[in-house]
């Protein structure tokens, strides 16, 4: 996913398995005093029945295997990596018996353009009699949209903008009286709540929306600027700057607009905080105090007083891509869909990391697909067939910034107005049970509901999302379907492991995002523990049970971004 995240699925998986005790675990988050009661037993020793459903730790690993094999070359669009997934996914789905989607096709074509930016490898700031020299990869990393060859940038006039935000329902507006028509912008990363100081500044360190980068680039260009950096600090971004250089370097696809990318920004960019402190010192400016500044009501934006040069060459391909759709007919409501979603691709080939150039994105994504063949598996071997049809969407694009599930959501092969629910998996972790089920994005809709009552069957307790301030719930596929008002459910065990206890959970999540995420060493390996894995996928598809079996919709809840989406859609519903 694209700075998308720690996101793991675990929990036990076969009959018998869960006999080892908690170790004295308590079932309360050491992170937060906000606690889902009543979902697991004091003490929970007791033995979970796997049901002969199909979903097998096996099944997950050969999936994984298959998907994650260096043969498939880390499956980025357009490649050979994303012919090969892409075929695989159908040719599974095929066998299951499962029927491809409302155009007799497997495939739902994705247009896209992909853009190599090289830019300078020095890009310099100049102004109040000083002159600074950025250095790419280390200090910077720039790209455009623009389907130009040469992207020049020259002398542009540098403005801080506190976090790039316009956020009229929050009363606030860090471009107020603030002109940067073409200028480059530089603002802080995440949004104005995340700092702490005041839990009533947004929703606290509860990441917004405004948060996002693809927001501040599009408010940047709302305004006219010429081009948007954005600052990195690791503990905001919940990500270090490994990731940025990984997921902005080399090769970046969009979406084909009619305007060939001119309505974006010229220049997107990142800097390292090391290099953005050195750059406010060259400004005259304190960084520590401009921060402080952002971070209060009332901030306004000022010139730095420098101007960037630098130059991206672009080579321009503009291309097809492939989400996989299959489905399984409903019995009696065939014309009301429940969808299931994971991304297919990851990074591809691209510099090499002790010796290895494949990023094959094994728990990133290769085992949410694992997942959604686990679950079209136990659909298809279930006595009762569902009510409601059962949607298998495998999409593209999600490292590059949810693309293929965001062309879906606005190009549905289902009316988005029939379509009951989103259930997402992304990253189901191979480290064994887990006693937690974490819903990203609780209290959004009553899927929170439908997550407790298949969490209850499994002796689990819920969790809202403990860390907030990441924005995970802006940075998987689930994502798209909520912005256009399709309830979605983002669940994971990630805070205590059953057999071994919370320490352990955090020390294996942070363990991933250190040394794995995003790098080569994401790769299959046989000692993992899929148990885990195995029963969360099994948990959601006990929930399109129960959402197949029912003649209701679930509802986004009352404070909710997303239910204006739903009711325009479904007016009156």
Not at 437 to 461: C, F, H, I, K, P
Request: with cysteine; hydrophobic share 35%.
């Amino acid at each position: 996913m694209r700075f998308t995240t720690l996101r793991g699925w675990l929990v036990p998986a076969a009959a018998g398995l869960l006999l080892t005790s908690c170790q004295g675990q308590n079932s309360s988050s050491e992170k937060s005093t906000t606690v889902i009661k009543n979902e697991s037993a004091p003490g929970d020793t007791a033995s979970v029945a796997a049901p002969n459903d199909g979903i097998t730790p096996a099944l997950m690993a050969r999936h994984i295997k298959a998907l994650a094999s260096d043969a498939f070359q880390g499956r980025r669009p357009f490649t050979a990596g994303e012919e090969k997934a892409t075929a695989y996914l159908a040719a599974e789905f095929k066998k299951l018996g499962l029927q491809p989607g409302p155009a007799g096709s497997y495939f739902q074509a994705v247009p896209l353009v992909e853009i190599v930016g090289t830019p300078d490898s020095v890009a310099t700031i100049a102004g109040n009699g000083k002159t600074l020299a950025l250095k790419y990869r280390q200090d910077f990393m720039f790209l455009s949209e623009h389907e130009q060859p040469v992207i020049s940038i020259k002398n542009s006039p540098l403005v801080f903008a506190g976090y790039g935000v316009t956020a009229p329902e929050y009363g606030w507006d860090d471009y107020a009286g603030l002109d940067v028509k073409g200028k480059t912008v530089v603002v802080l990363i995440n949004d104005p709540g995340n700092a702490g100081n005041d839990t009533t500044m947004f929703k606290g360190n509860a990441m917004t929306y405004y948060g996002r980068w693809s927001y501040k680039y599009e408010e940047a260009a709302r305004h006219g600027a010429t081009g948007l950096l954005i600052i990195h600090d690791t503990k905001p971004a919940s990500y270090p700057w490994t990731v940025v250089q990984s997921s902005n370097g080399g090769a970046k696809l969009r979406p084909q607009t009619a305007d060939k990318g001119a309505s974006k920004v010229a220049l997107e960019g990142w800097l390292a905080l090391d290099a953005a402190k050195r750059l406010f010192t060259a400004a005259g400016q304190s960084y520590d105090e401009a921060y402080a500044a952002a971070n209060k009501k009332g901030f306004r934006g000022r010139a730095l007083g420098l101007n960037i040069s630098t130059t991206i060459h672009n080579k321009i391909t503009r291309k097809t891509s492939k989400n996989v759709v299959a489905v399984l007919p409903g019995t009696t409501r065939p014309k009301e869909y429940i969808i299931y979603t994971a991304h297919w691709d990851h990074l591809g080939i691209g510099k090499p990391v002790a010796g290895d150039s494949i990023y094959n994105g094994a728990l990133d994504n290769a085992s949410g697909c694992a997942g959604l063949l686990a679950i079209a598996t136990a659909f298809q071997q279930a006595k009762e067939k569902p009510q409601r049809s059962i949607v298998f969407l495998a999409v593209t694009g999600e490292e590059q910034g949810l693309l293929g599930s965001g062309y879906y959501a606005a190009h549905p092969l289902y009316p988005l107005a029939s379509t009951v629910a989103d259930l997402n998996m992304d990253e189901l972790f191979g480290f064994g049970p887990m006693r937690d089920l974490t819903v990203v994005g609780y209290g959004q809709s009553d899927m929170d509901d439908y997550a407790r009552a298949a969490a209850q069957e499994q002796n689990r307790y819920v969790l809202p999302d403990q860390h907030p301030e990441t924005g995970y719930f802006y940075r998987s596929d689930h994502f798209s379907f909520a912005k256009v008002g399709v309830p979605a459910l983002y669940a994971r065990g990630l805070f205590e492991s059953r057999l071994h206890g919370k320490a352990y959970a955090e020390a294996q999540r942070v363990g991933f995002d250190e040394k794995n995420y995003h790098q080569p060493s994401d790769q299959y390996d046989p000692a993992w523990d899929l148990r885990g894995a195995a029963q969360d996928a099994r948990l959601l598809f006990r929930v399109g049970q129960r959402l197949a079996s029912e003649t209701t919709f679930p509802k986004w809840k009352d404070g909710s971004e997303f239910k204006a989406a739903r009711e325009k859609s479904r007016p009156g519903k």
